[in-house]
């Protein structure tokens, strides 16, 4: 079955706190499958300027008021929620011609994005306001003058335009990361596919979750928007290269330097490496990943394999097991039972691929597939915008300009044959720049010959072979942790990235002063600023604890028992520990020296309270660094001062960070490093209700 038959609907913006119709009819948007009407779409009248000062001025304030870690819950809770209503997503999904896993990769592997830029938020960045980037800066000898690069939220909006082919999955995509950085966003998505977008916002403004103006709809053309952006602003783009350059020029974004990353054609390659020929585990998974590339979405995926690189020896038995392959996809109604590959999203883009399609045929023949007939299992031909996988072959690659520069968006591909490596690293160059490559090959010089040789061209390379099989996602599903984005004809952008991706909304600036106020802006001790003695820091809970609280221990006299001792207990009797000759030989000692992980240790004996308190677990120590050897008969005192305080919002304790420094009996630093502790955040805990 495919989607029922409904009313056509009138598509809504929702700008400036209200659902707004636009003042026209609207343009009709029809079902891919059945060519019937599915709604109406039109933004005419908007205030576009209001859109925009609504987001800075409503939204703005609220979200930079949370916290990353506010923010982040807020994400989570909103991807539960979308995640429960996922069902009546996937009705509406196959109006757009897209089977039931076609709607798993936008609707689901959408949410799960944003649940994942949750998780990170939680995970890697601190319940603070202010991001510190990188390492501080000592700027004076006397530590009276230091520098510490932040980031901080953009005081603009950002403006996602984005492509029709993965209508919840572009958006979610770009407004975890965006809301994450406390920046509000303007969305406008592809007219072809909008009512599915306008449902999801509909959903996510019906939640409650978000501050009011923190996410903004357009349905419709976006009139002068761009006109009224600064450079505080952000626009993101997904499309076509010359819609995306033409954006980019615009001379608002270029008066005010508005960041602007674009996401284009991507011409991708498959490399099938010299060492998967028929029969071995790689040929086999190249099949089925080209051929899987070739249909899922119906071939409209920026991420898709366009061009297949093989062998020359290779070529006819790869050609015949993808026809084979690509003969066994049923294609028909996305809804119905069997169906492999629904339709293209419109006919005009049925039109477009098989336009597409002649220009290659200038110099590659077919041989799969007929673009001009359909065999179909379900469907009209007439009515719906069906198309058979299509796969050319062109014997002379580097004579084949076509192939490196026409992109037909819909599922075809074309195999080129290579004579060497360095051939399929230069065809695969011939792109001008590409989201991702894939090689194929269970040989570490192939991998690592092709890996390097495409790297510079391609934002992701995938390597495909026998021992990735069953965890790989596959040449063409961008992950939120990886970097979404290439260069060249790619666009020349990042998105996602993990927390890269979230940077992207942030200005970096750096920040010049005395350490103690550097420490009020960031929320973190550095060297230089406040301290306060008194009750040891380990029996303060989180609602005691200060930063800055500092702990200066008694001293210990490290002896050569001690060092033997350690050495034999643990095993560790590496020479310089126990051999005075080997010691003295070598460049950086004048005699035995103690093990660092003694003075770890020690370290560690000298300043822990040892009585139950608020202090529940060490989890580990960060840039461990032994800077002065240590001798036997030297001391060893330390300086426990708290760096930084994090509370967990859904959990009764947080993480605190401590500065560790080891000193020896000349105050010369042995040791530095950050300590993490878990830490209750009230102390004795509170008894639980019942």
Known sequence: MNAPARPPRRLESYVCGGWTPGRADGQPLLDAATGETVAFIDSSGIDFAAVLDHGRRVAGPKLRAMSFHDRAAMLKALGLALMEMKEEFYAESLHTGATRPDGWVDIEGGIGTMLTFASKGRRELPNARVLTDGDVEPLSKDQSFSAQHILTPLHGVAVHINAFNFPVWGMLEKIGPTLLAGVPCVVKPASQTAYLTELVVRRIIGTGLLPEGALQLICG????????????????????????????????????STRFTMEADSLNAAILGPDAVPGTPEFDLFVKEVAREMTVKAGQKCTAIRR????????????????????????????????????????????????????????????????GAVTLATGDADRGAFLNPVLLYADKPFAAGPVHEVEAFGPVSTVLP???????????????????????????AVAEEVVLGLAPFHGRVMIGNRLSAKTSTGHGSPLAGLVHGGPGRAGGGEEMGGIRGVKHYMQRTAVQGAPRLLSAVTGRWIEGADVQHGTHPFRKSLA??????????????????????????????????????????????????????????FAAGLFVEPNPGPVLANYGVDNLRFL????????????????????????????????????????AVVAQYDVLTMVAKTWP??????
């Open 628 to 667: 002065t050897p240590v001798y036997f008969g030297d001391s060893l005192q330390v300086r426990l001062t708290c760096k930084e305080i994090t509370p967990r919002a859904t959990a009764d304790h947080g993480e605190v960070r401590w500065d560790c420094r080891v000193t020896n009996q000349e105050g």
């Open 685 to 690: 805990p509170v008894p639980a209700a019942g």
């Open 221 to 256: 053309s976006v009139g002068d928007l761009l006109d009224h952006v600064t450079g505080q602003d952000a626009v993101t783009f997904t499309g076509s290269a010359a819609t995306g350059r033409k954006l980019k020029a615009h001379p608002a974004v270029i008066a005010n």
């Open 308 to 371: 297949v690189m093989a062998p020359r020896a290779l070529t006819e038995p790869l050609i015949a097991a993808l026809r084979d392959r690509l003969a066994k996809t049923a294609v028909g109604l996305p809804g119905a039972e069997g169906t492999r590959m629904g339709p293209l999203a419109s006919l005009a883009q049925r039109d477009e691929v098989r336009a597409r399609v002649r220009d290659l045929q200038a110099v590659a023949e077919i041989v799969a597939g007929d673009p």
């Open 544 to 601: 005691e604890l200060k930063i800055g609280d500092q702990l200066v221990t008694e001293s210990r006299v490290v002896t050569q028992e001690d060092v033997e001792h350690f050495a034999h207990f643990t095993g560790d009797t590496f020479y310089a520990h126990m051999d005075a000759d080997a010691a003295k030989a070598n460049p950086f000692f004048e005699d035995r020296v103690v093990h660092g992980y003694l003075i770890a240790s």
């Open 418 to 444: 290579y004579d060497d490596l360095d051939e399929a690293i230069a065809l695969s160059h011939l792109g001008k720049g590409s989201l991702v490559a894939s090689v194929f090959t269970d040989d570490k």
